[in-house]
């Protein structure tokens, strides 16, 4: 497709009814991510144990280093994409529409399993507490522990078809919470053991009898990554958080390093060391942290810890399932998935389809495991790691094209002095060290340490592939029947706008929600015989776009079902003429085409007549009218940039 892209021009002001305020500070984004992640200790290490027994804090160790550098990729994520999206906006502008619809499976994946296991772990720690809960009593052939977790993922779904959203401030209160009891935890056990006890632990993992083969290697850094669940959760941040991006995601993002590297490590080589008996058992090991907290802290930390993980992980399975159907929704919106999922019930307004789907997968994958964690962890890999490797690549493929066109990100168009820009829907530009070598080259190791880790799994791990290879297969088909079927209307659909650095465009042609000759630019702007690079700009000026929300995926165009028309037909049209053509989008704001035309500078520009005026201050050199079947359009010839 020809909408290809890897930075996004300045958008318009949008979302102005969302106050400053209620943008997300580094402190929020900490907690968001960290209430991610910081519930991945409570089944990881157990899950690990089965895999390379005592050197599973090993491992987290390791893997903790490539963490630190998918970290700096993330930060960047951030605030080249304002409109957020993650995996699934990155791949798409960086590679192509169809790498953005299979980022968009790997993350549904991680998001099935992140359901399913975190509400099933939120049980198995609360029967520390009520052991009536425990997998010892079955009934109709599942332990009571299944089916009290499918009874919290039906009453998840009932409470998002109500209209429960995403809260950061609670996700702050979650993340204070286990990052308190981590610590406590850390703290008795180190007022329990001298630093000679601590190295000879340390040098145990490594006499225990599990050599560090290749092999072994490979399987415990590519299981590890289960660790770090949850970083690609501040891709989805980034519309609702504060500007300067670079500067609030980096943050959040250095203490979510700091925060998991001070716990995950550590509690995973002391959960696995000194209760090895019980990281052995099928079911204890699904309660390690609280077991590990009561060995020197008491039935009092070990009942803090039990309560306070079972309400974190069904709060992680809840957030889980927000993801999900907002990746649905979408997928719907590009067009790769039914309409019917962005239908929403005449009584709550909630997408009621896109739920129920959300949270019938998950009750499916923890019937057909049976409710077995471990299994559930071997799966988790395909998605994660998937999702991973997909955003690295394409970081690297457009710091490549920048380095190729010797520019760093794209900057903002000049701000018009009657309207200026809203630095909220702006990419940034980059700093100094995102456009070094030393980065650059950084960034490759990183993307060739996490494919590797990847590949290792579809290999170790098959019921992941099985799983995960079969999920995607079967989205990607719909998304290819979807995508067939728009082109049978006379449209491709553009998943992503924006212009990337080195794209000279000779031809500007204005699309509008105003206008009634649509037909006419588009026609003039792709019959010429010279096929020159084409940007299609839509204006909107009415509508106000939704306000940002948590995991919502915000490209705007996606929401105006009339732009998506105008630009899936343009598009479809370029590619059968051959014309490389890029789109941008813009809503309530009459001075953007000049904007959007100041930063082309194009040659020529095709327009309507009753919106010529937009351009009155390009000073056009030479101006003629074209009579085309669909109707007459203006040429605003410019010979010399001004």
Same mark, same amino acid.
């Given at each position: 497709?020809?909408?290809?892209?890897?930075?996004?021009?300045?958008?318009?002001?949008?979302?102005?009814?969302?106050?400053?305020?209620?943008?997300?500070?580094?402190?929020?984004?900490?907690?968001?991510?960290?209430?991610?992640?910081?519930?991945?200790?409570?089944?990881? $290490?157990?899950?690990?144990?089965?895999?390379?027994? $005592?050197?599973?804090?090993?491992?987290?160790?390791?893997? #903790?280093?490539?963490?630190?550098?998918?970290?700096?990729?993330?930060?960047?994520?951030?605030?080249?994409?304002?409109?957020?999206?993650?995996?699934?906006?990155?791949?798409?502008?960086?590679?192509?529409?169809?790498?953005?619809?299979?980022?968009?499976?790997?993350?549904?994946?991680?998001?099935?399993?992140?359901?399913?296991?975190?509400?099933?772990?939120?049980?198995?720690?609360?029967?520390?507490?009520?052991?009536?809960?425990?997998?010892?009593?079955? #009934?109709?052939?599942?332990?009571?522990?299944?089916?009290?977790?499918?009874?919290?993922? %039906?009453?998840?779904?009932?409470?998002?078809?109500?209209?429960?959203?995403?809260?950061?401030?609670?996700?702050?209160?979650?993340?204070?919470?286990?990052?308190?009891?981590?610590?406590?935890?850390?703290?008795? %056990?180190? =007022?329990?053991?001298? @630093?000679?006890?601590?190295?000879?632990?340390?040098?145990?993992?490594?006499?225990?009898?599990?050599?560090?083969?290749?092999?072994?290697?490979? %399987?415990?850094?590519?299981?590890?990554?289960?660790?770090?669940?949850?970083?690609?959760?501040?891709?989805?941040?980034? @519309?609702?958080?504060?500007? !300067?991006?670079?500067?609030?995601?980096?943050?959040?993002?250095?203490?979510?390093?700091?925060?998991?590297?001070?716990?995950?490590?550590?509690?995973?080589?002391?959960?696995?060391?000194?209760? $090895?008996?019980?990281?052995?058992?099928?079911?204890?090991?699904?309660?390690?942290?609280?077991?590990?907290?009561?060995?020197? *802290?008491?039935?009092?930390?070990?009942?803090?810890?039990?309560?306070?993980?079972?309400?974190?992980?069904?709060?992680?399975?809840?957030?889980?399932?927000?993801?999900?159907?907002?990746?649905?929704?979408?997928?719907?919106?590009?067009?790769?998935?039914?309409?019917?999922?962005?239908?929403?019930?005449?009584?709550?307004?909630? !997408?009621?389809? =896109?739920?129920?789907?959300?949270?019938?997968?998950?009750?499916?994958?923890?019937?057909?495991?049976? *409710?077995?964690?471990?299994?559930?962890?071997?799966?988790y890999a395909f998605g994660l790691l998937g999702a991973f490797t997909l955003t690295s690549?394409?970081?690297?493929? #457009?710091?490549?094209?920048?380095?190729?066109?010797?520019?760093?990100?794209?900057?903002?168009? $000049?701000?018009?002095e009657e309207a200026p820009e809203d630095p909220n829907e702006q990419p940034e530009p980059?700093?100094?060290?995102?456009?070094?070598?030393?980065?650059?080259?950084?960034?490759?190791?990183?993307?060739?340490?996490?494919?590797?880790?990847?590949?290792?799994?579809?290999?170790?791990?098959?019921?992941?592939?099985?799983? *995960?290879?079969?999920?995607?297969?079967?989205?990607?088909?719909?998304?290819?029947?979807?995508?067939?079927?728009?082109?049978?209307?006379?449209?491709?659909?553009?998943?992503?706008?924006?212009?990337? @650095?080195?794209?000279?465009?000779?031809?500007?042609?204005?699309?509008?929600?105003?206008?009634?000759?649509?037909?006419?630019?588009?026609?003039?702007?792709?019959?010429?015989?010279?096929?020159?690079?084409?940007?299609?700009?839509?204006?909107?000026?009415?509508?106000?776009? @939704?306000?940002?929300?948590?995991?919502?995926?915000?490209?705007?165009?996606?929401?105006?079902?009339?732009?998506?028309?105008?630009?899936?037909?343009?598009?479809?049209?370029?590619?059968?003429?051959?014309?490389?053509?890029?789109?941008?989008?813009?809503?309530?704001?009459?001075?953007?085409?000049?904007?959007?035309?100041? #930063?082309?500078?194009?040659?020529?520009?095709?327009?309507?007549?009753?919106?010529?005026?937009?351009?009155?201050?390009?000073?056009?050199?030479?101006?003629?009218?074209?009579?085309?079947?669909? *109707?007459?359009?203006?040429?605003?010839?410019?010979?010399?940039?001004?």
């Amino acid at each position: 497709m020809h909408q290809k892209a890897t930075v996004q021009a300045s958008a318009s002001p949008a979302h102005t009814d969302r106050k400053p305020d209620q943008r997300l500070g580094p402190l929020l984004c900490w907690a968001v991510v960290f209430a991610d992640i910081g519930t991945s200790i409570y089944y990881v $290490p157990g899950i690990l144990y089965q895999n390379v027994g $005592p050197l599973a804090g090993f491992f987290v160790f390791l893997t #903790m280093v490539v963490f630190i550098l998918l970290t700096l990729k993330y930060v960047e994520v951030t605030y080249r994409f304002p409109q957020g999206g993650g995996v699934v906006t990155v791949s798409a502008k960086a590679l192509n529409h169809w790498f953005g619809a299979l980022g968009g499976m790997f993350i549904l994946v991680d998001y099935f399993l992140t359901a399913a296991i975190s509400a099933l772990s939120g049980i198995l720690y609360l029967s520390v507490v009520v052991p009536a809960l425990g997998p010892q009593t079955t #009934m109709l052939g599942l332990s009571v522990t299944v089916w009290v977790t499918l009874l919290i993922l %039906v009453l998840l779904g009932i409470l998002n078809w109500v209209g429960v959203s995403a809260s950061a401030k609670v996700s702050l209160v979650g993340a204070a919470v286990a990052f308190v009891s981590d610590v406590a935890i850390l703290v008795t %056990v180190f =007022a329990h053991i001298s @630093p000679a006890q601590f190295f000879a632990l340390l040098s145990k993992m490594f006499t225990s009898g599990h050599a560090l083969s290749p092999a072994m290697v490979l %399987v415990g850094f590519s299981g590890s990554f289960l660790a770090f669940s949850g970083l690609e959760s501040i891709s989805q941040l980034s @519309p609702v958080m504060k500007v !300067p991006r670079r500067k609030v995601s980096g943050i959040a993002l250095f203490l979510v390093v700091l925060t998991v590297g001070l716990t995950s490590p550590l509690l995973t080589l002391f959960a696995t060391l000194l209760l $090895p008996r019980e990281a052995a058992d099928p079911v204890l090991s699904s309660q390690l942290i609280s077991l590990l907290g009561g060995k020197w *802290g008491g039935a009092i930390l070990q009942t803090e810890v039990a309560v306070s993980a079972s309400a974190l992980l069904v709060f992680a399975s809840n957030t889980a399932i927000i993801g999900t159907y907002h990746v649905f929704l979408a997928l719907s919106r590009m067009q790769f998935f039914p309409k019917f999922l962005l239908q929403r019930n005449r009584l709550r307004g909630t !997408p009621h389809f =896109a739920i129920a789907l959300a949270v019938l997968i998950p009750i499916l994958v923890l019937l057909i495991v049976h *409710g077995d964690i471990n299994l559930l962890g071997d799966m988790y890999a395909f998605g994660l790691l998937g999702a991973f490797t997909l955003t690295s690549l394409s970081i690297d493929v #457009m710091r490549y094209r920048q380095r190729k066109a010797g520019t760093g990100s794209q900057p903002a168009a $000049p701000p018009d002095e009657e309207a200026p820009e809203d630095p909220n829907e702006q990419p940034e530009p980059e700093g100094a060290w995102a456009r070094s070598t030393i980065n650059f080259i950084l960034g490759m190791i990183t993307t060739l340490l996490v494919l590797i880790a990847w590949l290792t799994n579809l290999v170790a791990k098959p019921h992941a592939t099985a799983f *995960g290879g079969t999920v995607a297969a079967i989205g990607l088909l719909l998304a290819y029947s979807s995508y067939r079927y728009h082109r049978k209307q006379g449209r491709a659909p553009v998943i992503a706008s924006g212009i990337e @650095p080195g794209f000279s465009a000779t031809t500007l042609a204005l699309l509008s929600a105003e206008s009634t000759h649509n037909d006419a630019v588009i026609s003039a702007a792709l019959g010429g015989p010279e096929r020159k690079a084409v940007v299609f700009l839509y204006t909107n000026p009415f509508p106000m776009g @939704p306000p940002p929300e948590l995991y919502r995926f915000d490209e705007p165009h996606l929401h105006d079902e009339q732009a998506c028309f105008w630009l899936g037909k343009a598009n479809h049209l370029a590619q059968k003429a051959q014309v490389p053509c890029r789109f941008l989008y813009r809503r309530q704001d009459v001075h953007a085409p000049y904007r959007v035309w100041r #930063m082309l500078r194009p040659h020529d520009t095709i327009v309507a007549p009753e919106l010529v005026a937009a351009f009155r201050k390009a000073h056009a050199d030479q101006t003629y009218e074209e009579v085309t079947t669909s *109707g007459i359009v203006i040429h605003l010839i410019k010979e010399k940039a001004a």
